[in-house]
């Protein structure tokens, strides 16, 4: 199967699974709002879909020349993803754990639980099931580094077409495919001017409506 076959096979099961879902309101993390969301919570609900997406995956990763000793995912979302990709690849798989600073945020990802002995002194590749900022997988690479690992490239189901290698800090970048979601600043957004409701089942909207009318609960 080519990588093209792959893209296909990949972009069938987000869109008959319901997992990629457009032409409706959203708020991201970032405070942006955009018109599609990937809800990646309902492939994990499905293993046989994500035992798919990680064989694809697996051997998208296998073609590029790429054999890790280990894959670590970023906990708690990347954790499943992780699993199958290390299944299809023949290797361990160990996870990395958020931890959060003074005022509730993410401050790193730490190795925890005894893997820091499986790592150390191994090739890591890093592997979480969307990459949009990047955000996590960028520290779960530094936490990889601190103990001694040797992270070899990052790969992900899907790609959101934010950032790049040089973005990642990494040589290798895989994904099996990318969505560009439009987005805007709340300010500027179409959406918001229109007056589509904001969707309050995934994504941050839930919040953003609180945000607006402090003490409502939307």
Same mark, same amino acid.
């Given at each position: 199967?080519?990588?093209?076959?792959?893209?296909?096979?990949?972009?069938?099961?987000?869109?008959? #699974?319901? /997992?990629? @879902?457009?032409?409706? $309101?959203?708020? &991201?993390?970032?405070?942006? $709002?955009? #018109?599609?969301?990937?809800?990646?919570?309902?492939?994990?609900?499905?293993?046989?879909?994500?035992?798919?997406?990680?064989?694809?995956?697996?051997?998208? @990763?296998?073609?590029?020349?790429?054999?890790?000793?280990?894959?670590?995912?970023?906990?708690?979302?990347?954790?499943?993803?992780?699993? &199958?990709?290390?299944?299809?690849?023949?290797?361990?798989?160990?996870?990395?754990?958020?931890?959060?600073?003074?005022?509730?945020?993410?401050?790193?990802?730490? @190795?925890?639980?005894? &893997?820091?002995?499986?790592?150390?002194?191994?090739?890591?590749?890093?592997?979480?099931?969307?990459?949009?900022?990047? *955000?996590?997988?960028?520290? /779960?690479?530094?936490?990889?580094?601190?103990?001694?690992?040797?992270?070899?490239?990052?790969? /992900?189901?899907?790609?959101?077409?934010?950032?790049?290698?040089?973005?990642?800090?990494?040589?290798? *970048? @895989?994904?099996?495919?990318?969505?560009?979601?439009?987005?805007?600043?709340?300010?500027?957004?179409?959406?918001?001017?229109?007056?589509?409701?904001?969707?309050?089942?995934?994504? $941050?909207?839930?919040? *953003?409506?609180?945000?607006?009318?402090?003490?409502?609960?939307?």
């Amino acid at each position: 199967m080519s990588s093209q076959d792959r893209q296909q096979a990949t972009r069938r099961i987000l869109e008959s #699974s319901g /997992t990629l @879902i457009e032409a409706d $309101h959203f708020v &991201y993390a970032s405070g942006d $709002h955009g #018109s599609g969301w990937i809800a990646k919570d309902l492939i994990n609900c499905q293993p046989d879909l994500a035992y798919q997406l990680g064989q694809l995956l697996g051997a998208e @990763i296998k073609d590029r020349g790429l054999n890790p000793d280990l894959v670590c995912g970023p906990a708690i979302g990347g954790v499943i993803c992780a699993q &199958y990709t290390a299944l299809a690849l023949g290797c361990g798989c160990v996870f990395a754990e958020r931890q959060l600073d003074a005022e509730g945020k993410t401050a790193s990802f730490e @190795i925890k639980r005894g &893997y820091d002995e499986l790592i150390r002194n191994q090739s890591v590749l890093i592997v979480d099931d969307v990459v949009n900022t990047g *955000f996590s997988v960028r520290l /779960t690479c530094e936490a990889v580094v601190r103990v001694g690992g040797r992270p070899i490239g990052i790969a /992900t189901y899907v790609n959101r077409a934010n950032v790049g290698v040089e973005d990642l800090g990494v040589e290798r *970048f @895989i994904f099996l495919d990318e969505v560009i979601l439009p987005a805007w600043s709340a300010d500027e957004c179409p959406l918001c001017k229109a007056g589509i409701p904001v969707n309050v089942r995934y994504a $941050h909207g839930a919040e *953003f409506l609180e945000s607006q009318q402090p003490g409502v609960v939307p």
